[in-house]
């Protein structure tokens, strides 16, 4: 699997998007990028998930570059609830070998009031 | 809610002990998985079941055992842990083994 970079720590105000950047810059053509959060002691969250285009759900937006060697996941109107260690991982869209996700250390967003 | 429960959500036992953790999904998932996340480490992969199959056995020590009866529950049977061992247990189940993971709460397990 492609390892991924994330900045340790952010800090957004409450109520602006907050964005967060990863870098992927050996995925693979048909590896997917990822995202998850984790809210302190609890299981990880699935975000949102794509190939090539950017793709939006109820939670986030995930915007990929063209070249597909970095992302950035936007929270739009962040609350202090989205305060939590946010992962971005690239795993193969079919399996083969470990089908497990392999999580980095990730981005630690803090929502300031 | 996710649709993957863990009970109990936690755990304390001594190094002698035997425990079990169990996993339950209602999603009608076909894959299931054990993540193991200690103290300021990232969640690391354990096991992976398909169709209930073991299909990835991530060189964890023998003294964690799983079971996966049927494709809607797992187990993790513990046995003579040791303190280290001490962390948050994840269980997550997917569609098929390619497919996104949906965690469970996890279950914080102390080994005294």
């Known amino acids: 699997d492609a390892k991924t970079t994330q900045p340790p720590s952010m800090d957004c105000a409450e109520g602006r998007a907050a964005n967060l950047p990863c870098n992927h810059s050996?995925?693979?053509?048909?590896?997917?990028v990822y995202w998850y959060r984790q809210i302190h002691s609890q299981g990880p969250q699935y975000i949102i998930h794509?190939?090539?285009n950017n793709e939006t759900n109820e939670m986030a937006s995930l915007i990929i570059t063209e070249d597909r060697k970095s992302s950035t996941l936007i929270l739009p109107h962040a609350t202090l609830r989205d305060t939590a260690v946010y992962y971005c991982?690239?795993?193969?869209?079919?399996?083969?070998?470990?089908?497990?996700?392999?999580f980095g250390k990730g981005t630690h967003l803090i929502i300031q009031p | 809610e996710t649709g993957v429960t863990q009970t109990p959500r936690h755990l304390v036992m001594g190094m002698t002990n035997k425990k079990s953790l169990k996993c339950e999904q209602h999603?009608?998932?076909?894959?299931m998985y054990w993540y193991k996340q200690s103290a300021k480490k990232p969640l690391e992969l354990m096991f992976v079941?398909?169709?209930?199959?073991?299909?990835e056995n991530n060189s964890v020590p023998s003294r964690f055992s799983p079971e996966c009866p049927n494709s809607s529950h797992l187990f993790l049977h513990l046995h003579t842990l040791q303190p280290e061992d001490s962390a948050l247990y994840l269980c997550?189940?997917?569609?098929?083994?390619?497919?996104?993971?949906?965690f469970g709460p996890g279950t914080r397990l102390l080994v005294l």
């Open positions: 997550a189940s997917s569609r098929d083994s390619s497919e996104t993971q949906y």
């Open positions: 050996t995925i693979s053509g048909n590896e997917y």
């Open positions: 794509g190939l090539k």
């Open positions: 991982i690239v795993r193969p869209s079919s399996g083969g070998g470990a089908d497990g996700l392999t």
């Open positions: 999603l009608g998932h076909n894959a």
């Open positions: 079941y398909s169709l209930e199959e073991r299909v």
